[in-house]
Structures are given as structure tokens and as C-alpha cells.
């Protein structure tokens, strides 16, 4: 089964600052998944990666799949950033399912 | 464009009662469909999943249940509520093949509150 380590758990930045989460997994995969959730429950997609690097907005998710590694950035922070930052991979091949990280709290403030 | 819709937005049941929760998934064909239960405080727990009508997965042996009657339609049941049902219930589409092929996406959650 893959196990999910995200980094840091809890995040402070003020605003403006250039963001950094981190997202280690153990078994390879064939996609991951960077979720936001935002204070009020609703969950939602940011990227689908499965090389090389994705880039929405002021967002930004890279992979590197030999390092089973993955980072996701956010230039230019502002306070409406603020989320619980997860990532999420199939628990093995051929899986339906997703295996979650516990997620990084990121609070941006003004 | 893929919509996806659940109700209710919140409720709160007595001890020993029962639960139907519906989520219904617009725009798209044989989605594959998932109900996730996050306790206050915790991660994501999937309960269900389901890759076709009348095909449900259980991921979490307890009182719940799900069905899917119609291709866009995954239902959460329980016939007696516990305490520990409490919690943020999400229900999650993607593609057929699953989340190795595709985005997943959410609704919005309803939250369960047992008394």
C-alpha cells in the first residue's frame, strides 16, 4: 500500500510570500492528485500530474517519479490561499481508489 | 460541462435514526462514484466506491450502506445512526478508470450531525 508523507504539516506565510508543500509517496504511480480544501468543508481538484510539471494560475505542481516526489507552489500568496493543501495517489496499480496525505494547513495572512 | 450535486447541506438526526444521503452527477456517462466521510478534524476516509450501476465497493465495514440505482446516482444509507456517524460527507466522481486516469471531483459535502 502507498504511503503518503506531506510536509509541513502547518504553514504560516504573509502575504506575497512564494509557497512550497511538499508530497512523498512510496510505491510508483500512475498519477497524483493535489487537492485544496477550503475552511468551509468543499474539496477541489487543483491538478492531475503524472510527469513533469502543471501550471494553473498561481499554482504550480511538479513531479519528479523517480524520486517519488511531488511540490506544489503557490507565487504571489494572497489570504484567499488560505486551505488544507492534500495530495493523493492510488494505493497501488490498477486501483479505483486514492490513498490521502493528511494535508498542510496553509494560513496566508494579510 | 460536469456538475455534481448533493443534499442535503446539512442535517441532524437522533441516535437510532435512519439516513438517506443523495448524490447525483451531471454531464457525464458510467462515472465511477465515491462517498468519503471526514470525522472533525481528520482526513478523508472513503466508504464506498462504485464503477457501475448496482456495483458498490465497501471500503469500511460499519452500519452504512450504499446503493446506486441509476448510472449518476450513488445513495448512502444507514438504517440506525451511531454517534460516531457524525461527520463531513463528500460525495466524488471521476472518469471510468478511476482516479489513475482522472481528476476527481467533489461535491459539496453534506454535514451530518448525530445527537
Known amino acids: 500500500k502507498n504511503e503518503v508523507e506531506q510536509s509541513p504539516q502547518n504553514l504560516t506565510a504573509q502575504e506575497g510570500e512564494f509557497i512550497t508543500i511538499n508530497c512523498s509517496y512510496s510505491v510508483g504511480i500512475s498519477a497524483l492528485h493535489w487537492l485544496q480544501q477550503h475552511p468551509g468543508g468543499g474539496i477541489v481538484s487543483l491538478f492531475m500530474l503524472s510527469s513533469g510539471k502543471k501550471k494553473h494560475g498561481r499554482l504550480i505542481a511538479t513531479i519528479n517519479i523517480q524520486e517519488k516526489h511531488s511540490s506544489l507552489h503557490i507565487t504571489a500568496s494572497h489570504p484567499r490561499d488560505s486551505a488544507v493543501y492534500i495530495c493523493a495517489v492510488p494505493p497501488r496499480a490498477g486501483s479505483y481508489q486514492l490513498t490521502f496525505g493528511k494535508g498542510t494547513k496553509l494560513s496566508v495572512i494579510p | 460541462s460536469q456538475t455534481i450535486h448533493q443534499w442535503p447541506a446539512t442535517l441532524v438526526q437522533p441516535v437510532g435514526s435512519p439516513l438517506s444521503l443523495e448524490c447525483t452527477v451531471e454531464g457525464t456517462s458510467n462515472p465511477n462514484l465515491y462517498w468519503y466521510r471526514q470525522a472533525a478534524g481528520r482526513g478523508l476516509q472513503l466508504l464506498f466506491y462504485?464503477?457501475?450501476?448496482?456495483?458498490i465497493s465497501s471500503e469500511v465495514p460499519q452500519n452504512l450502506s450504499a446503493s446506486r440505482p441509476q448510472d449518476r446516482q450513488f445513495i448512502l444509507s444507514s438504517k440506525k445512526l451511531l454517534l460516531s456517524d457524525s461527520g463531513f460527507y463528500l460525495c466524488?466522481?471521476?472518469?471510468?478508470?478511476?482516479?489513475?486516469?482522472?481528476?476527481?471531483?467533489f461535491g459539496p459535502g453534506t454535514r451530518l450531525t448525530v445527537l
Open positions: 462504485s464503477v457501475g450501476i448496482g456495483q
Open positions: 466524488a466522481w471521476t472518469l471510468a478508470g478511476g482516479p489513475r486516469l482522472s481528476e476527481q471531483f
